[in-house]
């Protein structure tokens, strides 16, 4: 069966960093796309940041300079590293792995970030 896990999530102050994880299995992970979404209390899900099969990356405006997306197949994990972090940020943090024409969604974790 196909899993999707994150974890890394927490409380952080502003101006902080969290890395997030999310280790997918049941998939050919070289093969899959894989992104980052989050969802903030009241608000519809966005996307934070994707990375593809070939390495290639984008970013949603607002944290664009601050967020970094990785990955190591090796470990079939994506990574968010998440630097300055703002109140704004605050939202449940979920991953999506894509394989041929499936998606598939973790539960999520929680960033709140807060003094």
């Known amino acids: 069966q196909v899993q999707v896990v994150e974890s890394g999530g927490g409380l952080v102050q502003p101006g902080g960093s969290l890395r997030l994880s999310c280790a997918a299995s049941?998939?050919?992970?070289?093969?899959?796309?894989m992104g980052w979404y989050r969802q903030a209390p009241g608000k519809q899900r966005e996307l934070v940041a994707t990375?593809?099969?070939?390495?290639?990356?984008n970013y949603a405006d607002s944290v664009k300079g601050r967020f970094t997306i990785a990955r190591d197949n090796a470990k079939n994990t994506v990574y968010l590293q998440m630097d300055s972090l703002k109140p704004e940020d605050t939202a449940v943090y979920y991953c999506?792995?894509?394989?041929?024409?499936?998606?598939?969604w973790g539960q999520g974790t929680q960033v709140t970030v807060s003094s």
């Open positions: 049941g998939i050919i992970f070289r093969f899959a796309d």
């Open positions: 990375i593809t099969l070939a390495r290639s990356t």
């Open positions: 999506k792995v894509r394989f041929t024409t499936l998606d598939y």
